[in-house]
């Protein structure tokens, strides 16, 4: 069957995954209606679905509010629009008329749908797009709007898709709601009947929740059950609405910007959104983020099979008070416990000795790196490892070189206060001279001082979101902030290949498939606690694979929440993502250090399980129980088993762990200690994880398949 087929009888597009199916038709009003989402269907079986069914609508209802592949502003249309358009004259309305549909299929292994359409009365063109693949059950949507007039037109809302659910007996709604140093909260609930808009208005993705959202019927489990996904690739403002009907339908539409705003079109001028990409599945949560997680892995990242390596930040170690041979006795230690990244973090650069000064002026302080960065790079490239230094481009103190030269360049609003966060104002990378000036000083940066990692931060939402000088500066910044940004990182990778990248934003506040298509990491949170760390990562794992997941291990008691844990604890919690350190490691004993060096070594054994396995989560985060994660190899050849338990509750049942989907009837040894475990018992019967006695014990157990002795397999 191919990947995308059209009746000529009933005119039905049948979008095919290797396991779903997405239907739909243009009506004979010629707008584009959606027909089903879900198990696979053959081309008669999807046919089947044109005929109406059920009574019309009442006269007092008008068009059915869930259904529309993109529902529009205009006509008896009363639920949330996911294109709404104001006209020169102030009217607003579209109307579909169809002129034309094709299907790409030059990329292997993939095929395209653009339908076309304008409005009836209008200049406004508007195309479809949906992207599907032989290798994942994620259908990829975006909108293409043109202004083909000659008046500017306003798009109140432009949306990139909406998605509709088939009629279930509930629904429940699944998203990750937080803030500061508390990011990702997985929160499952009923659906409300109406309208629920999950948004951020702060210019970035937000730590306060993420743009994705899940549904099922409120049966699903971990590992049964469908559900319903999708997921926004933005890293700016965005919204996403899910509405409830009072007749059992659901759907959603999502995409850039918030209340308030809209997206100006000049003549002539096209808006390409982001892709809201969907995803069905039927193994519940599990699954579902499985699914996610291979697809970020083979059709987002940049680099998805470089093993990510092991990190060392100076941050805590020093704070603003950076040198060269301060750096340089840090990197000594960091290189014996077998770090291969050394990151250099804030504190750097021009007058910079506290948060108060210096952000913007990006030259090494000339009385700490009398000879720039280069020496301190070469130390660290000599002790075999890569130099990495801290930046926050888009960012500046009022008290900076930069601010007192190009006060105009910050996002402000002529007579109105500019409101300082952490002491910083936000520069307007709308603005073309400004994402240029990035641009020049980091591949300067990058080229002159041996920089192969870059710490990409980002510490304050909007404020006075103002563009002096223009009419429309105030809506257009919005989008044009982000797709500058984007332009940097995609010039500034181009020009130097070797050079990885980790987005951050004050911790999580800016993680998504948008950012992450030009980045190699996130740094989740600014909450470094092995015990936070467990809640926080159980809510990023729902959608974001471990491969992206910065995770430090850093000194006790925690500077956060005063918690102090084990250092092994500590090393097995980031040892569920990207492996870094950002202790003191001056003030850490030799024992620390030969601790440390011996765990580093354990992670990188296993670290292909962490970053290209696939994840199960096997129990809930801090239950009366273990906490337990298994990352299986895509052959189940061997696995790697992370468990945690805090503080023993006498009584407290001691249950087995029950592992996940391996080769039935076959052996699997312990590399540590040689046990030999059977299959079918690990999975029907679980495993006693043997945790020591005592509060926040820990285990890494690596289990590799033994060949059979009949076959060698």
């Excluded at 892709?275 to 983020?289: D, H, K, Q, R, V």
């Excluded at 939402?461 to 500066?473: C, L, S």
């Excluded at 010039?491 to 980790?502: D, Q």
Aim: one cysteine or more; proline letters at 8%; hydrophobic letters at 35%.
């Amino acid at each position: 069957m191919p990947l995308i087929h059209r009746s000529p009888d009933t005119g039905v597009w049948l979008l095919t995954t290797p396991r779903t199916s997405y239907a739909l038709r243009i009506d004979d009003s010629g707008a584009p209606c959606h027909l089903a989402w879900g198990p696979r269907l053959t081309t008669t079986e999807a046919d089947t679905l044109a005929v109406p069914t059920g009574d019309p609508p009442s006269s007092f209802e008008g068009r059915p509010p869930v259904g529309e592949e993109l529902p529009v502003d205009g006509g008896t249309r009363y639920g949330p629009p996911s294109l709404q358009v104001r006209h020169p004259d102030g009217t607003r309305g579209f109307e579909w008329q169809p002129t034309g549909h094709h299907v790409l299929t030059d990329v292997p292994g993939s095929a395209e749908l653009v339908l076309e359409f304008r409005d009836r009365h209008g200049p406004l063109r508007v195309a479809l797009h949906y992207r599907v693949r032989d290798d994942t059950d994620v259908i990829e949507r975006w909108t293409v709007l043109h202004n083909t007039g000659h008046e500017p037109l306003e798009l109140l809302r432009a949306d990139s898709a909406a998605w509709t659910l088939p009629p279930l007996p509930g629904y429940r709604l699944s998203h990750v709601t937080g803030q500061w140093s508390a990011e990702t909260q997985l929160r499952r609930e009923p659906l409300p009947f109406g309208e629920t808009v999950l948004t951020s208005r702060r210019g970035i993705t937000s730590h306060h929740t993420n743009p994705w959202i899940m549904l099922d019927d409120g049966t699903a489990t971990e590992d049964h059950g469908p559900v319903w996904s999708a997921v926004l690739a933005w890293s700016g403002s965005w919204r996403v609405t899910a509405q409830r009907t009072p007749d059992g339908r659901t759907g959603l539409t999502g995409g850039v910007g918030h209340d308030g705003t809209c997206v100006p079109l000049a003549p002539g001028e096209e808006f390409t959104t982001p892709a809201f990409a969907g995803l069905y599945g039927e193994g519940g949560f599990g699954a579902t983020s499985r699914a996610w997680h291979a697809y970020i892995r083979t059709h987002v990242l940049p680099h998805p099979a470089e093993p990510a390596p092991v990190l060392y930040n100076s941050w805590e170690a020093t704070g603003f008070d950076v040198d060269e041979a301060g750096q340089k006795a840090l990197a000594e230690r960091a290189a014996r416990i077998g770090v291969e990244l050394y990151v250099v973090d804030d504190g750097w650069f021009g007058a910079r000795r506290s948060d108060r000064a210096g952000l913007g002026d990006w030259s090494p302080a000339p009385d700490r790196f009398p000879a720039g960065l280069g020496p301190l790079a070469q130390a660290v490239h000599d002790l075999g490892m890569r130099f990495g230094v801290w930046v926050e481009p888009e960012m500046v103190n009022p008290d900076s070189d930069l601010y007192r030269a190009h006060p105009d360049w910050v996002l402000h609003v002529p007579g109105r206060e500019r409101t300082e966060l952490r002491n910083q104002l936000v520069l307007n990378f709308a603005r073309d001279d400004v994402a240029d000036w990035a641009h020049d000083w980091l591949t300067r940066l990058v080229a002159d001082h041996g920089v192969d990692f870059l710490k990409w931060d980002m510490n304050r939402a909007f404020g006075e979101a103002g563009w002096p000088g223009r009419r429309d500066g105030n809506d257009r910044l919005w989008t044009r902030y982000v797709t500058n940004l984007y332009g940097v990182l995609d010039r500034l990778r181009a020009a130097h290949p070797h050079l990885r990248i980790e987005t951050c934003s004050g911790g999580g506040g800016r993680v998504d498939l948008g950012i992450l298509a030009r980045t190699d990491q996130a740094w989740v949170s600014d909450n470094t606690d092995a015990v936070d760390r467990l809640v926080i990562q159980h809510g990023f794992s729902q959608v974001y694979p471990a491969r992206v997941m910065s995770a430090w291990v850093t000194d006790v008691p925690n500077q956060l929440t005063g918690h102090s844990v084990p250092l092994r604890f500590r090393f097995h919690v980031a040892m569920a993502g990207l492996l870094g350190i950002g202790g003191d490691l001056t003030r850490w004993s030799e024992e620390e250090l030969a601790e440390s060096a011996e765990l580093v070594a354990a992670y990188k054994k296993v670290r292909h399980l962490v970053q290209r396995g696939r994840q199960y989560r096997l129990t809930e985060p801090l239950g009366e129980g273990p906490t337990a994660v298994q990352y299986l190899a895509d052959d189940a050849s061997e696995l790697l088993l992370l468990g945690y338990r805090r503080s023993p509750r006498y009584g407290t049942p001691r249950l087995p762990v029950l592992l996940r989907d391996l080769v039935p009837g076959a052996r699997y040894r312990d590399t540590v200690t040689g046990t030999v475990h059977h299959a079918t018992v690990l999975t029907r019967y679980g495993l006693d994880l043997h945790l020591p006695s005592g509060g926040w014990a820990s285990t890494a157990l690596h289990l590799v398949r033994v060949p059979d002795e009949a076959t060698g397999l």
